[in-house]
């Protein structure tokens, strides 16, 4: 059965690896929902958020295929109940719209949200949240004419109190040195 997984990938900066990376999904006929890629707490190391929907099994292969990429540290997959996520979303909207009754305000309140910037012609509003979160926003907020609106993809970390990447590489220095 087909669920969300939130894939982190760990590598250097290499050219080409995003690209590689994403054909191993296009291979496995599995569609990226969202992707977002920064450096990681670790100096040089750099961390991919892939969210997919796709059964547990496609998403144990993806990830193992992912491994095989030689600038690839180490991938990890996991559910979204065992990772803090978020989403960031922009809204512009015309100005008149603020202007004319206190709707748009409301709203903005109501969502948690907050104005960035005013002027004549229009309002950015922010809005941090899950997908859901940003989506139900938008769909207030279109009733005053949207002019542009953009989703990040999603930033994630996980509920594990020990980061699987700082162990890995600490049990990989041991095994080298061993080698030594």
Do not use: W
Request: charged share 30%; net charge neutral.
């Amino acid at each position: 059965m087909k669920q969300e997984f939130i894939i982190t990938v760990y590598s250097e900066n290499h050219i080409g690896l995003l690209t590689r990376t994403t054909i191993v999904f296009t291979r496995r006929k599995v569609n990226i929902e969202s992707l977002t890629v920064s450096e990681s707490a670790i100096p040089g190391i750099y961390k991919f958020t892939i969210v997919v929907k796709a059964t547990r099994e496609q998403t144990i292969k993806i990830v193992g295929q992912i491994e095989k990429q030689i600038d690839v540290l180490k991938a990890f997959y996991h559910t979204n109940e065992e990772m803090i996520y978020q989403e960031i979303a922009l809204y512009k909207v015309p100005t008149k719209a603020l202007y004319e009754s206190d709707t748009v305000e409301k709203i903005v309140r109501k969502a948690g949200a907050r104005i960035l910037e005013i002027t004549r012609e229009y309002v950015v509003i922010e809005k941090t949240g899950h997908k859901y979160e940003t989506q139900e926003l938008f769909e207030e907020l279109n009733q005053f004419k949207v002019m542009q609106f953009i989703r990040s993809g999603r930033v994630a970390l996980t509920r594990d109190p020990i980061e699987r990447l700082s162990e890995f590489l600490k049990e990989r220095d041991a095994f080298l040195d061993a080698l030594d």
